[in-house]
């Protein structure tokens, strides 16, 4: 897998909303998107090239996904997914209503998905964490790396990049 097409993407969040919000914690890093980088033309591209991907996949299911962030974060997507694109069985509730179950069920979809890709935890670009916090960075890398294992023909848009900034 390309790591450098991997590093391109950030969440959409501007810098000052980012600060005012208060969700960073102490010692932690998160990266954004420069403001200036927010209607990347290659970055809405592959955004929907992904939505329009799983829609495809999922179709039978009847599962419509609009957002990739407010969509996947719960884990039910990504469940609905891996079964389709993998022939996995995973080991958890189809729908999760309380955060703590959808933590639950996350660790376990991530946990199998990193098995698949044969990734360990230091090269992993997203964590349930961040699913959960609807990270739009998090959520892309996630799903390219998802298309690239199941669907390594898949022509997924070349050359997507913007700038981002890291708050430590």
Same mark, same amino acid.
């Given at each position: 897998?390309?790591?450098?097409?991997?590093?391109?993407?950030?969440?959409?969040?501007?810098?000052?909303?980012?600060?005012?919000?208060?969700?960073?914690?102490?010692?932690?890093?998160?990266?954004?998107?420069?403001?200036?980088?927010?209607?990347?033309? =290659? #970055?809405?591209?592959? !955004?929907?090239? %992904? *939505? @329009?991907?799983?829609? $495809?996949?999922?179709?039978?299911?009847?599962?419509? +996904?609009?957002?990739?962030?407010?969509?996947?974060?719960?884990?039910?997507?990504?469940?609905?997914?891996?079964?389709?694109?993998?022939?996995? =069985? #995973?080991?958890?509730? !189809?729908?999760? %209503? *309380? @955060?703590?179950?959808? $933590?639950?069920?996350?660790?376990?979809?991530?946990? +199998?998905?990193?098995?698949?890709?044969?990734?360990?935890?230091?090269?992993?670009?997203?964590?349930?964490?961040?699913?959960?916090?609807?990270?739009? #960075?998090?959520?892309?890398?996630?799903?390219?790396?998802?298309?690239?294992?199941?669907?390594?023909?898949?022509?997924?848009?070349?050359?997507?990049?913007?700038?981002?900034?890291?708050?430590?």
């Amino acid at each position: 897998m390309d790591a450098d097409f991997l590093n391109a993407f950030t969440q959409p969040s501007t810098l000052d909303q980012f600060l005012t919000e208060d969700v960073i914690a102490k010692g932690e890093k998160r990266k954004l998107i420069k403001p200036t980088s927010g209607n990347n033309p =290659k #970055l809405e591209e592959l !955004k929907l090239f %992904l *939505t @329009e991907w799983i829609n $495809r996949a999922l179709k039978e299911e009847h599962i419509v +996904v609009k957002s990739l962030e407010e969509d996947l974060y719960d884990g039910l997507v990504l469940h609905h997914l891996l079964e389709n694109l993998g022939s996995l =069985k #995973l080991d958890v509730e !189809k729908i999760a %209503l *309380t @955060e703590n179950k959808q $933590r639950q069920k996350l660790s376990v979809i991530l946990e +199998v998905v990193a098995k698949c890709l044969q990734l360990e935890e230091s090269q992993l670009k997203w964590s349930v964490e961040s699913i959960l916090a609807k990270d739009l #960075l998090s959520t892309l890398h996630l799903l390219v790396a998802i298309a690239k294992h199941f669907e390594p023909t898949l022509a997924l848009p070349p050359n997507v990049q913007v700038e981002t900034i890291t708050i430590e």
